[in-house]
Nanobody, 123 residues
Framework: QVHLVESGGGLVQAGGSLRLSCAASGRTFSSYAMGWFRQAPGKEREFVAAISWSAYNTYYADSVKGRFTISRDNAKNTVYLQMNSLEPEDTAIYYC????????????????WGQGTQVTVSS
């Protein structure tokens, strides 16, 4: 079992930055690939970024490539999402998730999910 808790969301102006954190419980955190997803009002949840258990591999949605950076600290059982140059279109609830399979952008391959944190970008 892995319990995930996101934090760091909030209201920011366009062009600003936020760093999301996802703290995980459990001693096996380092064996999970981790991902960030988001869901905007009226839209389906979509992939944002993912990182392998070793942090060697990272993947990003085209819409955030070059602006967002995913990272992890296995000693702290935490995964991060640094978001720069934020745009109003980034407004969404952001979820972190853990996958026992290899790093992936496929939502159904994630076994555990956090409750989400709201990010609002004003224009």
């Amino acid at each position: 079992q892995v319990h995930l808790v996101e934090s760091g969301g909030g209201l920011v102006q366009a062009g600003g930055s936020l760093r999301l954190s996802c703290a995980a419980s459990g001693r096996t955190f380092s064996s999970y690939a981790m991902g960030w997803f988001r869901q905007a009002p009226g839209k389906e949840r979509e992939f944002v970024a993912a990182i392998s258990w070793s942090a060697y591999n990272t993947y990003y949605a085209d819409s955030v490539k070059g602006r967002f950076t995913i990272s992890r600290d296995n000693a702290k059982n935490t995964v991060y999402l640094q978001m720069n140059s934020l745009e109003p279109e980034d407004t969404a609830i952001y979820y972190c998730a853990a996958s026992s399979t290899r790093v992936t952008s496929t939502e159904r391959r994630y076994d555990y999910w956090g409750q989400g944190t709201q990010v609002t970008v004003s224009s």
